[in-house]
């Protein structure tokens, strides 16, 4: 008892921290962040958009491994599966998240600085299919019969982290519109000036703070929907025991 | 009996019973015929025009053929619980998926060699590359799809609507094997490119996927 309500004081107090962190953020990226040469005002949703697509390449990863750890303890450590269960389908979530804001404020930004909402380029089709192959995965999730969801999940969840360089490279060669990447990019000229670094950095850390938060929400939900269904399943053995006295 | 002895067993079952139903090969054949004539009506198919569009027009009637017949080919395993008698039974699970895979993948060949005379008559082709490569083409692209799609059609054997689930999943993972698949016809038809960079993404696809088909085919099986 003692425990979770320490760790429910440290969830509050993370809480309240990244809600801090991101009205700071949003200050440095809306008011405080010179305004770009050549975009002008529009350019400033970069510090919205380029967050959420790394993180939504980023959540998948904890999917994965999750997936693999639960498929290794499946049937070595059941109770320990169960907690690697929690933590794919919350990531599996996260990720759908972030990447539709990315999608979306990525054809906002578009339809502003290239005319169009969409175009059928290298980045945007396989954050397309990343979104698609998740949704694929929740839908699985959805429609599965009970005691089988979350093996079969897993063994997708695996499908799809084969399936993601695949994509990458296979559209890298059919066609490419979208800039380079601004960093880790060998470009010169694509590089981001040194004066947008600490709004973007500010962005970058609150957004990752809020997908931690909400990682964790949905997974001590997805624990507290576990517990109440082996509740429930002891109270069907007990009454069964019982009716056979 | 060795591993490709079981491989074999399975094959010829399937291939039995569908010597004597006939089901889904017919079934795969006038449905794909059907989505051959329904795009005709959507586009113009003049030669020039067919060439850029026949590659993708071939591989989505014979995506949308297959899914109903990998939606078949599970459900007869189901009548009497055969499956349960083959899970129960010694002989190695990726024996019975290698067995179901090869069976399907017979088949739909068997759909493209009669769907093809059918194809070049209405779309007026006329290969402008290399045509020969078609026979390169044509099975790796059959096998990314019928491969996966057994899996999964295996994979949602027990959900509900397993008609519907079988397109959901399979679908998004083989974007990239359709694309190859599409893009490697398309530079064999037109001539305009080379088809070389596409085969390589299908055969790398293919080793992949069969390699964790085979791997993961017992996991699925034994679900609970």
Redesign the interface.
């Known amino acids: 008892m003692q425990r979770s309500r320490i760790l429910g004081l440290v969830g509050i107090a993370w809480f309240l921290l990244t809600v801090g962190v991101l009205a700071q953020a949003t200050r440095m990226g809306l008011l405080l962040a010179p305004t770009d040469a050549l975009q002008g005002n529009v350019f400033r949703i970069i510090y919205y958009h380029v967050p959420h697509s790394m993180l939504s390449l980023l959540f998948p990863y904890v999917n994965l491994f999750a997936s693999l750890f639960y ?1 290794y303890w ?1 049937q070595r450590d059941p109770l320990k599966a169960l907690t690697a269960d929690a933590w794919a389908i919350s990531s599996a979530e996260v990720t759908v998240v972030y990447a539709t804001i990315c999608l979306w404020t990525g054809m906002l930004w578009g339809r502003v600085t290239w005319g169009i909402w969409w175009t059928w380029d290298t980045r945007l089709t396989s954050m397309l ?1 990343l979104w ?2 998740y ?2 995965y929740l ?2 999730r959805k ?3 009970t ?2 969801t979350q ?2 999940a897993a ?2 969840s ?3 982290g ?2 993601v360089p ?2 990458y ?3 890298r ?2 066609r490419t519109q979208h800039p380079a990447p601004i960093f880790l990019s060998g470009d010169p000229d694509a590089k981001m000036d040194p004066s947008m670094l600490p709004a973007f950095l500010w962005n970058l850390a609150a957004w990752t703070m809020w997908g931690i938060f909400i990682l964790i929400f949905r997974y001590v939900l997805e624990r507290r929907r576990q517990a109440r269904d082996q509740d429930a399943a002891l109270l069907a053995i007990e009454a069964s025991l019982e009716m056979a006295k | 009996m060795n591993y490709f002895g079981h491989v074999l067993t399975h094959l010829r079952k399937d291939l039995q019973l569908e010597w004597r139903s006939r089901d889904s090969i017919n079934g795969m054949l006038f449905f794909s015929l059907l989505v051959v004539v329904v795009f005709s009506l959507a586009f113009d198919p003049t030669a020039a025009m067919s060439r850029q569009i026949a590659g993708g027009i071939l591989w989505v009637a014979l995506l949308f053929a297959s899914i109903t017949a990998l939606n078949q080919a599970w459900t007869r395993e189901l009548r009497n619980r055969v499956l349960d008698a083959q899970r129960m039974s010694p002989a190695p699970p990726s024996a019975l998926f290698l067995g179901k895979a090869l069976a399907n993948f017979l088949f739909v060949a068997l759909v493209e060699v009669v769907l093809a005379p059918l194809f070049i008559v209405f779309y007026n082709l006329h290969a402008l590359g290399q045509g020969w490569l078609l026979a390169v083409v044509m099975p790796l692209g059959t096998w990314a799809l019928v491969c996966n799609g057994t899996f999964f059609a295996a994979l949602g054997l027990r959900t509900r609507n397993r008609e519907l689930l079988l397109p959901l999943i399979l679908f998004p993972i083989s974007i990239p094997a359709l694309l190859g698949m599409m893009q490697a016809t398309t530079a064999i038809l037109t001539g305009e490119f080379e088809p070389g960079l596409w085969i390589r993404l299908l055969i790398a696809y293919n080793i992949a996927f069969t390699t964790v088909c085979l791997l993961l085919f017992d996991t699925v099986l034994n679900a609970e």
């Open positions: 498929l499946r299919l698609l192959l949704v694929s839908m699985l429609l599965s019969a005691g089988q093996t079969l063994v997708l695996i499908f799809a084969i399936d695949i994509v490279m296979s559209i060669w059919w």
